[in-house]
């Protein structure tokens, strides 16, 4: 059986497959899965894999999760920026926890401000973020339309002339 992490938000494991999870995470999914073995269950119902969760199987992997899934193995040689890039702040934390022992995280700062602290104590490699891209609010058709509607309304407006 192969480990694998997922790298998409979440992905489906559906009725069928046997799948590799450890004691909390089998837990949370009691109403899906029916005891193999200790460690290996087989998918009784559909229920989700979120993002930096690890698993184990040997027959899920097809086209469909090639986009969703890494290998363990070839997620740990990842360069660490890889590695969380696309993490979320609980997963940013559960990361720390795991692999940055003494390292104190300030959640005051923005998520790549700590992605950027993590690079730096784990590799030494200074990270610059680009603050702008970070904060500008992109023009979307329907904010230049919401715009453009309340100038018109500002114009015809009864009885202000």
């Given amino acids: 059986m192969e480990n694998y992490i997922v790298t998409a938000p979440f992905i489906q494991i559906n009725p069928g497959a046997i799948v590799g999870l450890d004691e ?3 837990k949370s999914r009691a109403f899906a899965l029916r005891t193999v073995k200790n460690g290996i269950y087989e998918v009784t119902n559909p229920f989700h894999l979120k993002m930096g969760e690890n698993f184990g ?3 899920l992997i097809d086209k469909k999760f090639a986009h969703a899934i890494v290998e363990k193995s070839v997620f740990d040689e990842l360069p660490v920026s890889e590695q969380i890039k696309d993490f979320n702040r609980p ?3 559960k990361f720390v926890e795991e692999n940055c022992d003494g ?7 923005k998520n790549d401000e700590l992605k950027a602290d993590i690079v730096e104590f784990l590799t030494g490699e200074v990270i610059e973020i680009n603050a702008e891209e970070t904060v500008e609010q992109k023009e979307t058709p329907q904010l230049e339309e919401k715009k453009e509607t309340k100038k018109r309304g500002r114009k015809s407006a009864p009885g202000k002339r």
């Fill in 57 to 59: 199987s040997k027959d």
């Fill in 103 to 109: 390292l104190k995280l300030n959640l005051s700062k």
């Fill in 24 to 26: 909390s995470q089998a």
């Fill in 91 to 93: 997963l940013l934390v």
